[in-house]
């Protein structure tokens, strides 16, 4: 086999923004994997796939056929982000080895419950692996969580493992920090062993303050821009209090949320409570419900066995100048830096991580975190769909 893969990362997440695709090149797996970013792309979905994926997601009805064809289109969609990023990169697609994708979760049901005599947890990601296997000729990973799943955790988060692979660190302890549609945390203590992680989604991230934009300035607008309006509006309290009594806040991990949870029915509960208030101040508010989950969080799962030194911050809410000073106003004793300060481009982080989530799941080797999803065991994540490269992937002839 080869001793080092060039692996194309490809994520579409609960913002539902476009196709992020990252390049790495990966030697070794595990803890000894060695990672190096090459090159990063977003493709934005254009307006009208990006609306009935927000349908399907929020849960509004429609047919099997709709499913059905999204899940075909969005693997063209995916295929043509790996070939865009090569043609950027000034490589031919038969150069990759591999390629690891989340694919577009439509649906995510972590906690099981009773249908038909039969108790079931599932979560549904599509964009179809075969198309890109045959659009590109190369060997994919896909379908991610519903192993763990299987294995009686809640399929989410997947990228502490990642967090392990790239931030573990001898002397810190480092908190990592996605700022998402949904936010989610990993904690790792110095010296840190994998069966040590702990990490879990906190609440919403960008999700809310994206939406109530979106709402107010009838789509003209897809999010606050450097948190221009929650800067100029002012907290509406009760709101506020009623929002952080939410059980999902006061629930131990593991635990992991979606649109499910914060989508468009939480949203038009804000609006119900806040109607009579300013757009600036409901937005501000939605702000703060983001910034104080997490803060609570890192603070209710501190372990005084260590000590917490850095939190570092990746995905789209790192563009959020007020969120982020918030979070240094509340989080004092942390350093509080972004995955560019490692060479690791904030917007680029979770399609990296499905690279090398994808690298592991070739090398077999187990890559959930059963501390953070509630697995009973390690499991190996994914699905593989052979490409025209496998046999020479292999070291065969």
């Given at each position: ?22 390049l ?6 595990g803890?000894?994997a060695?990672?190096n970013?090459?090159?990063f ?17 929020s849960?509004e ?24 990023l090569?043609?950027e990169?000034?490589l ?8 690891g ?15 038909w ?11 179809e ?12 990973v896909?379908?991610?969580r ?10 989410a988060p ?25 936010a ?13 992680i702990?990490?879990f989604d906190t609440?919403?991230g ?13 789509g ?18 009760p709101?506020?209090?009623n ?11 593991p ?16 609006l ?28 209710t ?17 790192v563009h ?20 560019d ?11 990296i991580g ?16 059963p ?17 025209q ?9």
């Open positions: 086999m080869k001793n080092s893969k060039l692996v194309i990362g490809l994520m579409s997440g609960t913002s539902l923004d476009g196709v992020d695709a990252a790495v090149e990966i030697s070794g797996f803890s000894q060695i990672v970013f090459k090159h792309t977003s493709n934005p979905f254009p307006d009208e796939i990006r609306k009935i994926l927000l349908k399907v997601s849960g009805p429609v047919s099997s056929g709709i499913i059905s064809n999204l899940n075909v289109l969005l693997g063209q969609i995916f295929s043509q982000a790996v070939l865009k090569c043609s990169c000034h031919t697609v038969n150069q990759i080895d591999l390629i994708s989340h694919g577009q979760t439509i649906f995510h049901q972590s906690e099981p419950r009773k249908l005599g039969h108790t079931v947890a599932s979560s549904l990601q599509i964009g692996a075969a198309i890109l296997v045959e659009q590109t000729g190369v060997t994919v896909s379908d991610f519903p192993r763990d799943l299987a294995a009686g955790g809640t399929g997947l990228i502490p493992y990642v967090d392990f692979v790239l931030f573990r660190d001898p002397i810190l302890g480092r908190v990592l920090l996605n700022l998402g549609g949904i989610n945390l990993t904690i790792l203590p110095p010296k840190c062993q994998s069966n040590q702990r990490a609440g919403p960008n999700m809310l303050i994206d939406d109530l934009t979106r709402h107010f300035s009838q003209e607008k897809q999010f606050d821009a450097q948190g221009q309006q929650a800067s100029s509006g002012k907290i509406i309290v709101v506020l209090e929002l952080l009594s939410d059980p999902f806040f006061k629930k131990k991990p635990k992991s949320a979606g649109r499910e949870q914060f989508g468009q029915c939480y949203t038009k509960r804000i119900a409570m806040a109607e009579l208030a300013q757009e600036k101040d409901i937005i501000c508010t939605a702000t703060e419900l983001t910034v104080r989950t997490i803060a609570d969080a890192i603070f799962n501190s372990d005084n066995t260590f000590e917490l030194n850095q939190l570092i911050v990746s995905g789209g809410g959020n100048t007020y969120l982020i000073q918030r979070l240094k106003n509340l989080l004092p004793h942390l350093e509080i830096m972004t995955t300060d490692f060479k690791i481009p904030s917007d680029a982080k979770e399609a499905f690279a090398i989530l994808a690298n592991e799941t070739f090398e077999i080797n187990a890559n959930n975190v501390s953070a999803t509630g697995a009973t065991h390690p499991v190996v994540l994914g699905k593989i769909s052979y490409g490269n496998y046999r020479k992937l292999r070291g065969f002839n």
